[in-house]
């Protein structure tokens, strides 16, 4: 039986290796069954639970405390964390601290579609016990953690302020602002660094019956052939506009932001134009 399981967790361990390597992550089996992958220069450990093949946990050590009283305030803000983040938990063992992720999965499989969410998981519980740590040194270390969701938004948030387009950021991560008269939001994917969502907030138009709705669609398909990475979107009764920004920086729409703005209006005219024709 415990062989039976060795074997069972090794065809797991290597099938995780190959998702990750598929995923852009290098990653090896360990001889204990473990899968050390790397992502962004970053090394993580998966372990796959020696009676579970549904229970796993994914570990990251992202800093090295270099005095006691690091040591003393970064067990303090790893406590802190366990009652305000369910996501991840930090752990402080020695001078190593590590972000961990564990998951009781429904099925083996389920890591395939989730393995992305779990990192996330990891990089937002760095940023949370980063945030944490400044707030209680007066000269905080220099913790390093990935680009997160948040990060991204506040960005985004910092630069549209400085445009003057009236933003608002959201607990969420969306940042919401007006621009010539028409509401709008920025979405950054929280597994993608690079892609963020442009969309209206509300309807641009909204349908009062079955022609007007069918007459919309045909519109909408017309224009959706012509507007790169994005679509004027139907629902039952209303049609809104949305587009894909992919940045060459994560942490800047400066350059990308103008261009996408201008399509997403222009495609927003072409289809009215067509529902007034």
């Known amino acids: 039986m415990k062989r039976n399981m060795t074997n069972a967790r090794n065809l797991m361990a290597r099938l995780y290796a190959d998702h990750l390597q ?10 204990t069954n473990d899968v050390v992958f790397t992502r962004g220069g970053r090394e993580y450990r998966l372990t796959i639970a020696t009676d579970s093949l549904t229970s796993i946990t994914i570990m990251h050590t ?22 305000t983040f369910r996501r991840a938990s930090i752990s402080v063992s020695g001078d190593d601290v590590s972000a961990i992720v564990k998951d009781d ?8 579609s989730q393995s992305l969410y779990y990192l996330a998981d990891l990089d937002d519980g760095i940023h949370e016990f980063s945030k944490l740590m ?8 220099a913790i390093p953690f990935p680009i997160t969701q948040r990060a991204r938004a506040e ?28 509401d709008y939001y920025l979405a950054p994917d929280r597994i993608h ?11 641009i138009v909204r349908f009062l019956d079955d022609a007007a709705c069918a007459r919309a669609a ?25 587009l894909l920004m992919n940045l060459a920086d994560p942490l800047s729409i400066r350059d990308e932001f103008a261009p996408c703005l201008t399509a997403l209006n222009k495609a927003t005219e072409a289809f009215l134009a067509m529902m007034t024709a």
Request: glycine content about 6%; proline content about 7%.
């Open 105 to 112: 999965m429904p099925k083996p499989g389920t890591f395939f």
């Open 193 to 203: 660094d690079h892609i963020v969502g442009l969309s209206h907030r509300t309807a």
């Open 155 to 182: 960005a985004y948030y910092a630069h549209l302020k400085s445009v003057t387009h009236s933003p608002i950021l959201t607990a969420h991560n969306t940042v919401w602002f007006t621009y010539d008269g028409i």
């Open 22 to 31: 598929t995923e852009g992550y290098p990653a090896d089996v360990t001889p």
């Open 134 to 141: 400044t707030a209680r040194l007066p000269r905080p270390p």
């Open 62 to 83: 992202f800093w090295r405390i270099s005095s006691n009283e690091e040591q003393q305030h970064a067990k303090a803000a790893a406590k802190e964390m366990k009652q």
């Open 218 to 242: 045909a519109a909408a398909e017309a224009v959706n052939a012509s507007l790169r990475n994005g679509r004027i979107c139907m629902s039952a009764n209303s049609a809104s506009g949305t």
